[in-house]
């Protein structure tokens, strides 16, 4: 069969084979293209995001928190810093860092910034022995994975 045969009404054949091609108005709808030429009636529906929330804990020996006394307190945005309270993340709070950063950008001060409420930049700009402090704190705090990226 050739292009000019003619097979029925509607019919193409694909030039140098014998397979019928559909009719041109079909194409759109028959194509696996997964930029959305398919009907809506044909695409699936999308899954509904899971709302999933984690529990408020009571801890028996205490909250795991370290609170650091600064010895060079700071002012920042009309705060004054004297101290800084490293806390330990939950599982969900790990993940939301991960997923907000994403693992190729991921540091250790992301999670920092996570634990103290103070962002990344102002854990960096701590003078010596107090960025020392609360560093080793939060590193205490850290989830495995990035102890053994070593990522800052």
């Given at each position: 069969?050739?292009?000019?045969?003619?097979?029925?009404?509607?019919?193409?054949?694909?030039?140098?084979?014998?397979?019928?091609?559909?009719?041109?108005?079909?194409?759109?709808?028959?194509?696996?293209?997964?930029?959305?030429?398919?009907?809506?009636?044909?695409?699936?529906?999308?899954?509904?995001?899971?709302?999933?929330?984690?529990?408020t804990l009571r801890f028996l020996g205490?909250?795991?928190?370290?609170?650091?006394?600064?010895?060079?307190?700071?002012?920042?945005?009309?705060?004054?810093?004297?101290e800084i309270s490293v806390r330990a993340?939950?599982?969900?709070?790990?993940?939301?860092?991960?997923?907000?950063?994403?693992?190729?950008?991921?540091?250790?001060?992301?999670?920092?910034?996570?634990?103290?409420?103070?962002?990344?930049?102002?854990?960096?700009?701590?003078?010596?022995?107090?960025?020392?402090?609360?560093?080793?704190?939060?590193?205490?705090?850290?989830?495995?994975?990035?102890?053994?990226?070593?990522?800052?």
């Amino acid at each position: 069969m050739t292009q000019g045969d003619d097979l029925s009404p509607g019919l193409r054949v694909n030039p140098g084979t014998d397979f019928p091609l559909p009719p041109a108005e079909l194409e759109a709808e028959l194509m696996n293209d997964p930029a959305g030429s398919a009907p809506e009636a044909q695409k699936p529906a999308a899954a509904k995001p899971v709302e999933r929330k984690a529990a408020t804990l009571r801890f028996l020996g205490g909250a795991p928190i370290e609170t650091v006394a600064l010895d060079y307190p700071f002012a920042w945005e009309d705060r004054e810093i004297r101290e800084i309270s490293v806390r330990a993340l939950s599982v969900e709070e790990t993940g939301a860092v991960v997923g907000a950063i994403g693992d190729e950008n991921l540091t250790v001060f992301d999670f920092y910034a996570e634990m103290t409420g103070l962002p990344a930049e102002v854990i960096r700009a701590l003078p010596g022995r107090d960025g020392e402090r609360v560093t080793s704190a939060g590193y205490a705090f850290l989830p495995r994975f990035m102890k053994r990226a070593g990522g800052d």
